[in-house]
């Protein structure tokens, strides 16, 4: 039961357009949504999120946009630059299938971005 | 530098011996996480730590134990490893469960 699905394995884009990266997800509970980024050989590293009483957050030059009805967001990046070459994540929060109190932060399995120059 | 250090970094062990995977963090995190990463399929939890004396279980818990007798420490433990536990650990911690969590550089594990 896939609660997180990013859904493009990997993206390539070149550098100055716009990185669109797509997330969805089935679990209504969920409430904070979080982006990671990840070069290989080291961890991830938070880059971004978003509470559900939103529908976008801005940080320079990374968006979040979030879409409640659809169960969607998605991380823009613009302009892209080769640096952000990375495996991008998605993350969700929200109660657990108990309920209550149990958050878990769950995972999506990652989309691959190539920025060429 | 504060964060958090994970040890060792790359180990390969023999099926059937036990291991424990060491992670510490100084930023005074309450909460701590351990997640494997396998091709394919992403960041899973394996369990995590509300705070220092609590522990729960997280998407694949089978195989691994962890204890929190402190804040800065959370061990995590393969009994008697298997070959499908050969993959790439992360230990991340905190302020609050759930909330932007910080990941160490991770332990390339490798069961043969």
């Known amino acids: 039961d896939q609660q997180v699905k990013q859904n493009s394995p990997s993206l390539s884009v070149q550098e100055g357009r716009i990185s669109i990266l797509n997330c969805d997800y089935t679990?209504?509970?969920?409430?904070?949504f979080l982006w990671y980024k990840k070069y290989p050989a080291e961890g991830p590293t938070f880059l971004i999120s978003?509470?559900?009483?939103?529908d976008k957050n801005e940080d320079g030059r990374f968006t979040v946009f979030l879409n409640k009805s659809a169960k969607h967001l998605s991380l823009h990046i613009v302009p892209s630059q080769p640096g952000d070459s990375a495996v991008y994540f998605c993350?969700?929060?929200?109660?657990?299938?108990?309920?209550?109190?149990?958050?878990?932060?769950?995972f999506g399995k990652g989309t691959l971005l190539t920025v060429n120059p | 530098i504060a964060g958090i250090t994970q040890a060792p970094t790359s180990q390969i062990l023999a099926a059937g011996r036990r291991m424990t995977l060491r992670c510490t963090q100084d930023m005074r995190h309450n909460a701590m996480y351990w997640y494997r990463q396998d091709l394919g399929l992403g960041l899973r939890l394996i369990h995590y730590?509300?705070?220092?004396?609590?522990?729960g279980k997280g998407e694949v818990p089978d195989g691994y134990s962890v204890s929190r007798a402190n804040t800065d420490d959370f061990p995590l433990t393969l009994a008697s490893a298997v070959p499908s536990q050969t993959s790439v650990y992360f230990c991340a911690s905190s302020v609050q469960v759930f909330t932007e969590a910080f990941f160490g550089q991770g332990t390339r594990l490798t069961v043969v």
């Open positions: 993350a969700a929060v929200g109660s657990g299938h108990s309920g209550g109190s149990n958050y878990k932060l769950t």
């Open positions: 730590s509300n705070t220092a004396g609590t522990t």
């Open positions: 679990n209504s509970m969920f409430d904070y």
């Open positions: 978003i509470s559900s009483i939103k």
